[in-house]
Structure formats: structure tokens, C-alpha cells
């Protein structure tokens, strides 16, 4: 079977790009919860370890807990914040992580609900 495209010839699955973006890290991962329906809310830092400033966004990752989970690439950022260092971008961005209603809210807004 030879490929055409990003498809398969004689088949209906789909090939992964070579080019596809890695899994997020553990390490670039300051909070993360699961909403009770599934997805996963993170702030993730998005600046390199030890970068100044620090830059850290809040995102729903709703892919989690199926297999797609691990096929890498990142959810659209909700909010982006800036600070001085981890502990800070945390502290804008915890209590909105932490907000069923806010966080639903967010993604309304950005029209990913």
C-alpha cells in the first residue's frame, strides 16, 4: 500500500506527520487537574526552564484520558500570563485552573465550547 497525501491509499486511516509536535513534558507542567466530564485543566509553562521572564498558560486539554491524549501538539492557551518566576505565574493562574465555572466561561469566550 503506498501513501497519497496524509492518507493511506485503500484505507481510511490517517498516517502520523513526521513533523507532529512532541507530547507536553512533565517538567513544563505547574498544575493540573481533571474536570469530573474528562478533560484536563493545566498551566503550563511555555517559556524554557529557567527563562526570564516566565511565561505560563491556562489550557483544557480535552483530549485527555483517551488514546489521543498522547499524540502530542498543545490545546489553544485560554490566558497568558507573565511573571518573574513559576511561583508567580502559578499564583495569577490557580484560581482560575481551579474554577469549574470560570474555566467553562473561557472556553465559551474563545468559542471552544
Sequence with gaps: MGRIGTFYRGGLARCTPDHQTPCVSD??????RKLPHGPAVRIR???DAG???????????RRAGTPREFDGGYPPP?????????????AALE????????????MREKGLR
Design 27 to 32: 517538567d513544563s507542567i505547574l498544575y493540573s
Design 45 to 47: 509553562r511555555t517559556s
Design 51 to 61: 527563562a526570564q521572564p516566565v511565561t505560563a498558560v491556562l489550557e483544557v486539554d
Design 78 to 90: 485560554l490566558i497568558l500570563v507573565e511573571g518573574a518566576t513559576d511561583g508567580e505565574v502559578l
Design 95 to 106: 484560581p482560575q485552573a481551579r474554577d469549574d465555572r470560570m474555566v467553562a466561561g473561557l
